[in-house]
């Protein structure tokens, strides 16, 4: 600021002088000039025209600082913005991924409630349409066979009035463990309703299936269920009905229909055992 101010004084002085020469020199039109006044003349305009020199140097030199200072800032506010899009980028795709994480995590988790039973943990019926269209697309699972045990703990009526209903909610749950340790993993089991329980076996014959009806029967036969009530263990037996898609004409909800007719005649027989056709 003071190099601005020192020319611009250099300039206003010189300027003065150089008004009063000039205006003397037209009023007196008729007066010879000296050499000294010449010399006197270019002198004043020579400091004037160096004065503006400087000061057009010193507002170049401020113009390419302000320049180079306005593109520093420029680069300074381009880079905070680069990281700021990056971090809100990054940040936006952490709460995406969160958010997908819990949405599906909910998800799952109300739909493995919708298609369970509470007590048992066993699969409810609200499963069936999806198995059924599953049976329905897979070439290997009609070709390979399925097939359905449908079965009834023996008079269950009679424990729960005897034990009480939490005896009873005790025993399906005991049940259930030990029906899931008896069938394979893409087996599926499902508390049908009250003490009836569906069994659906893929990729078996009409053999395996009555093998697997007759291995639970036995085993819950000789299985003491410990009821957690300080109880001695209680026995109780089931009564079965099968049917298989590679013996058995039908749909799905006809083979359903004649494994519960089977069992109604199993129970009819005098329980504790298994009803199907022969192989």
């Known amino acids: 600021m003071g190099l601005v101010?020192?020319?611009?004084?250099?300039?206003e002085l010189a300027y003065q002088a150089f008004r009063e020469i000039t205006?003397?020199?037209?009023?007196?039109e008729k007066s010879t000039h000296s050499p000294a006044e010449r010399?006197?003349?270019?002198?004043l305009f020579d400091t004037i025209f160096h004065a503006y020199q400087k000061l057009h140097r010193h507002h170049s030199h401020q113009k390419k600082e302000i320049i180079s200072k306005t593109e520093s800032i420029n680069q300074t506010i381009n880079a905070i913005f680069f990281v700021q899009l990056t971090l809100v980028l990054i940040a936006g795709m952490l709460v995406v991924v969160y958010f997908d994480?819990?949405?599906?995590?909910?998800?799952?988790?109300?739909?493995?409630?919708a298609l369970h039973d509470r007590l048992t943990g066993l699969y409810n019926r609200h499963v069936l349409d999806r198995i059924k269209s599953e049976l329905g697309r897979s070439r290997e699972n009609r070709e390979k066979g399925y097939g359905l045990i449908l079965l009834d703990i023996d008079h269950f009526k009679m424990f729960n009035d005897t034990y009480g209903h939490?005896?009873?909610?005790?025993?399906?749950?005991?049940?259930?463990?030990?029906?899931?340790?008896?069938?394979?993993?893409?087996?599926?089991?499902?508390?049908?309703?009250?003490?009836?329980?569906?069994?659906?076996?893929?990729?078996?014959?009409?053999?395996?299936?009555?093998?697997?009806?007759?291995k639970i029967r036995g085993s819950v036969e000789g299985t003491l269920f410990d009821l957690?009530?300080?109880?001695?263990?209680?026995?109780?037996?089931?009564?079965?009905?099968?049917?298989?898609?590679?013996?058995?004409?039908?749909?799905?909800?006809d083979l359903l229909q004649l494994a519960d007719t089977r069992l109604y005649d199993a129970k009819k027989s005098g329980r504790n055992r298994v009803a199907g056709p022969d192989m």
């Open 5 to 11: 101010m020192q020319a611009i004084e250099e300039m």
């Open 39 to 43: 010399v006197e003349v270019q002198s």
């Open 101 to 113: 994480r819990v949405v599906l995590k909910v998800f799952d988790m109300t739909e493995n409630m």
């Open 166 to 214: 939490p005896a009873g909610d005790q025993l399906l749950k005991k049940m259930s463990e030990l029906l899931l340790g008896a069938v394979r993993r893409q087996d599926k089991i499902i508390r049908f309703g009250g003490e009836e329980i569906l069994i659906i076996l893929f990729w078996v014959d009409i053999s395996g299936v009555k093998k697997v009806a007759e």
């Open 23 to 28: 205006e003397q020199l037209l009023n007196d």
């Open 228 to 253: 957690n009530d300080g109880k001695a263990p209680k026995n109780v037996t089931v009564s079965a009905g099968y049917a298989s898609s590679t013996s058995d004409e039908g749909s799905f909800d």
